[in-house]
């Protein structure tokens, strides 16, 4: 395919724009077409042939920070590479590009900054977004990843060192779900920073003031909500790493009316769900036969909660019968109706039980099949409570999902050698397989990169106006179907990363069905919705410019 070289930038300013930069690979007509003649090296070098030489430099190196700046920079000069890298060997680069490695990228942010991404909107710019929106090249804009820094993965408050978090997430959209990279806006919102060494850091990137609150907080997003979704009125927006009392709010008072979701929230109560649902295909459970403890009562907890609420009355059970399903452990024991400190989303899982601050205790009167960790606590599955566990549940399901890898609740080992191996476990990070028993467990990673990028295709591909629950209770159960019965034999609730694209695209096509009954489509779609939704699909390879 032939293109239109009018407007295209020449020589040295074309080998500077990533997303049109073929380097090594500019063929000899190109060279000569688009001023490129003694520019590059002479020898012409096919993609795959850069994909190689990136990779043997990239695994010769030390540390797990140094790939991930070595994947950024690879990002800077030439996308086409960098999607394929990332597309091609997905399992080796999302730990990479994501958990857990981003979360050492951000405490280290300021360090490590080598070239801007994204957008950063701050609180200098109230009564100026829109026009600070306006500064951005592209206008075709589908996808958005927002955060403000304040409840980065389990490490706290970054501030505008979270901008790593948005980054992340939308290479994971375009690796996963084809979503085309110029596509993709990942801003931070900084409004300053409670993180006494970050404010005490000359290299600290973002604003060197305490975090503003209140109704000049919530001002500032309204003026961003109402300048960005006038500024790329097609984008979904995603939510993320906004700290619990911010992330309900805003997710409750937008979410009727903008084409908007949290992550944190939503995408993982999504996957977990979904792992819940290939669980049972192991133990031979019922969903409204099990009891589930959550250790952690925050948005990630709370969301799945809710979301598995939906599932049981689906299921045929009332609401009520439905919240006594779960129970829920924070720092101050067992969350029940008699406390008067309870947020909004607690109190709808507060249990008419007496208080209970010991979890052996807890365990012992509810006697959970499952426990689900996000509280951001390591080590909070102790040996005395996986053993309690197995007591409980022929096979227990552990979900350790707290991230980075250093905040999860257990390891794999831990999980299968203090149940006996009887245990079915996930976790949010990556575990290495695990031998016990003369048996060999992988354990499954219940990251949300199988859920969110899936959705968002399914949103682009219909223009849904709204992201209503049910497409993530939708985008759960067609996950949980992906799971093949090797995966299961394996021990493994997810499927593998492999087949990370077809899974988003399955996710995408259900999604979209959702979109389509419930009237919320605007935007044409193929009569071959799965056809369709394939075109759409970004897919890293050249295109001859001459």
Same mark, same amino acid.
């Given at each position: 395919?032939?293109?239109?070289?009018?407007?295209?930038?020449?020589?040295?300013?074309?080998?500077?724009?990533?997303?049109?930069? =073929?380097?090594?690979? +500019?063929?000899?007509?190109?060279?000569?077409?688009?001023?490129?003649?003694?520019?590059?090296?002479?020898?012409?070098?096919?993609?795959?042939?850069?994909?190689?030489?990136?990779?043997?430099?990239?695994?010769? /190196?030390?540390? $797990?920070?140094?790939?991930?700046?070595?994947?950024?920079?690879?990002?800077?000069?030439?996308? %086409?590479?960098?999607?394929?890298?990332?597309?091609?060997?997905?399992?080796?680069?999302?730990?990479?590009?994501?958990?857990?490695?981003?979360?050492?990228?951000?405490?280290? @942010?300021?360090?490590?900054?080598?070239?801007?991404?994204?957008?950063?909107?701050?609180?200098?710019?109230?009564?100026?977004?829109?026009?600070?929106?306006?500064?951005?090249?592209?206008?075709?804009?589908?996808?958005?990843?927002?955060?403000?820094?304040?409840?980065?993965?389990?490490?706290?408050?970054?501030?505008?060192?979270?901008?790593?978090?948005?980054?992340? =997430?939308?290479?994971?959209?375009?690796?996963?779900?084809?979503?085309?990279?110029?596509?993709?806006?990942?801003?931070?919102?900084?409004?300053?920073?409670?993180?006494?060494?970050?404010?005490?850091?000359?290299?600290?990137?973002?604003?060197?003031?305490?975090?503003?609150?209140?109704?000049?907080?919530?001002?500032?997003?309204?003026?961003?909500?109402?300048?960005? $979704?006038?500024?790329?009125?097609?984008?979904?927006?995603?939510?993320?790493?906004?700290?619990?009392?911010?992330?309900? /709010?805003?997710?409750?008072?937008?979410?009727?009316?903008?084409?908007?979701?949290?992550?944190?929230?939503?995408?993982?109560?999504?996957?977990?769900?979904?792992?819940?649902?290939?669980?049972?295909?192991?133990?031979?459970?019922?969903? /409204?036969?099990?009891?589930?403890? @959550?250790?952690?009562?925050?948005?990630?907890?709370?969301?799945?909660?809710?979301?598995?609420?939906?599932?049981?009355?689906?299921?045929?059970?009332?609401?009520?019968?439905?919240?006594?399903?779960?129970?829920?452990?924070?720092?101050?024991?067992?969350?029940?109706?008699?406390?008067?400190?309870?947020?909004?989303?607690?109190?709808? +899982?507060?249990?008419?039980?007496?208080?209970?601050?010991?979890?052996?205790?807890?365990?012992?009167? +509810?006697?959970? %099949?499952?426990?689900?960790?996000?509280?951001?606590?390591?080590?909070? @599955?102790?040996?005395?409570?996986?053993?309690?566990?197995?007591?409980?549940?022929?096979?227990?399901?552990?979900?350790?999902?707290?991230?980075?890898?250093?905040?999860?609740?257990?390891?794999?080992?831990?999980?299968?050698?203090?149940?006996?191996?009887?245990?079915?476990?996930?976790?949010?990070?990556? @575990?290495?397989?695990?031998? +016990?028993?003369?048996?060999?467990?992988?354990?499954?990673?219940?990251?949300?990169?199988?859920?969110?990028?899936?959705?968002?295709?399914?949103?682009?591909? %219909?223009?849904?106006?709204?992201?209503?629950?049910?497409?993530?209770? %939708?985008?759960?159960?067609?996950?949980?179907?992906?799971?093949?019965?090797?995966?299961?034999?394996?021990?493994?609730?997810?499927?593998?990363?492999?087949?990370?694209?077809?899974?988003?695209?399955?996710?995408?096509?259900?999604?979209?069905?959702?979109?389509?009954?419930?009237?919320?489509?605007?935007?044409?779609?193929?009569?071959?919705?799965?056809?369709?939704?394939?075109?759409?699909?970004?897919?890293? /390879?050249?295109?001859?410019?001459?």
């Amino acid at each position: 395919m032939k293109i239109d070289l009018t407007h295209m930038p020449r020589g040295l300013r074309l080998l500077q724009d990533p997303s049109l930069n =073929k380097g090594t690979a +500019f063929t000899e007509a190109e060279r000569d077409a688009l001023g490129l003649r003694g520019l590059l090296p002479p020898h012409v070098q096919t993609l795959d042939e850069q994909v190689q030489r990136f990779l043997v430099n990239q695994r010769k /190196r030390s540390t $797990t920070l140094e790939r991930y700046i070595d994947l950024a920079s690879l990002q800077d000069r030439n996308e %086409t590479i960098y999607y394929r890298v990332v597309t091609e060997y997905i399992e080796e680069m999302m730990p990479l590009i994501y958990t857990p490695t981003v979360g050492q990228a951000c405490q280290q @942010f300021g360090q490590i900054f080598r070239r801007s991404h994204g957008m950063y909107l701050s609180e200098k710019d109230r009564g100026n977004i829109a026009n600070v929106l306006n500064n951005w090249p592209r206008r075709d804009i589908r996808v958005i990843v927002i955060t403000d820094g304040e409840r980065i993965l389990g490490l706290g408050d970054l501030g505008a060192n979270g901008m790593g978090i948005p980054i992340g =997430k939308l290479a994971l959209y375009t690796a996963c779900a084809g979503i085309h990279p110029t596509q993709c806006l990942p801003i931070m919102l900084d409004v300053g920073t409670n993180n006494k060494t970050l404010l005490a850091d000359p290299l600290y990137l973002g604003l060197h003031q305490p975090r503003i609150t209140g109704e000049r907080y919530d001002a500032l997003v309204e003026e961003f909500i109402t300048a960005v $979704t006038q500024a790329f009125p097609k984008a979904l927006i995603q939510f993320e790493d906004f700290a619990n009392h911010n992330a309900f /709010r805003y997710l409750y008072k937008y979410r009727d009316n903008v084409r908007m979701f949290n992550d944190d929230i939503q995408g993982t109560a999504s996957v977990a769900l979904a792992g819940i649902y290939s669980a049972l295909r192991i133990t031979g459970g019922q969903l /409204r036969d099990q009891r589930f403890l @959550f250790f952690g009562a925050g948005e990630a907890g709370t969301g799945v909660g809710e979301l598995m609420v939906s599932a049981l009355t689906a299921e045929g059970l009332s609401e009520a019968d439905a919240r006594k399903a779960c129970w829920f452990i924070d720092s101050k024991g067992l969350v029940v109706t008699s406390r008067t400190d309870l947020n909004e989303q607690k109190r709808n +899982f507060a249990q008419d039980q007496p208080q209970m601050k010991e979890t052996l205790e807890i365990i012992q009167a +509810f006697k959970p %099949t499952a426990l689900i960790g996000a509280s951001g606590q390591p080590g909070t @599955f102790t040996p005395q409570i996986l053993e309690a566990t197995a007591r409980c549940a022929e096979r227990p399901i552990v979900f350790a999902l707290s991230n980075p890898t250093s905040k999860a609740e257990c390891t794999a080992e831990q999980a299968y050698c203090c149940t006996g191996g009887k245990a079915v476990f996930a976790s949010g990070s990556p @575990f290495d397989p695990v031998e +016990f028993g003369g048996q060999r467990f992988v354990p499954g990673q219940g990251n949300n990169a199988y859920i969110f990028p899936g959705v968002g295709l399914g949103i682009l591909a %219909t223009g849904s106006r709204l992201v209503p629950e049910e497409m993530f209770l %939708t985008a759960a159960r067609t996950l949980a179907d992906c799971v093949t019965e090797y995966d299961l034999e394996q021990g493994r609730i997810y499927p593998s990363l492999t087949r990370i694209r077809e899974v988003s695209r399955t996710i995408a096509v259900a999604v979209a069905r959702v979109a389509l009954e419930r009237g919320l489509a605007t935007e044409p779609v193929a009569d071959d919705l799965e056809a369709g939704i394939e075109e759409l699909m970004y897919k890293p /390879r050249y295109i001859s410019y001459v």
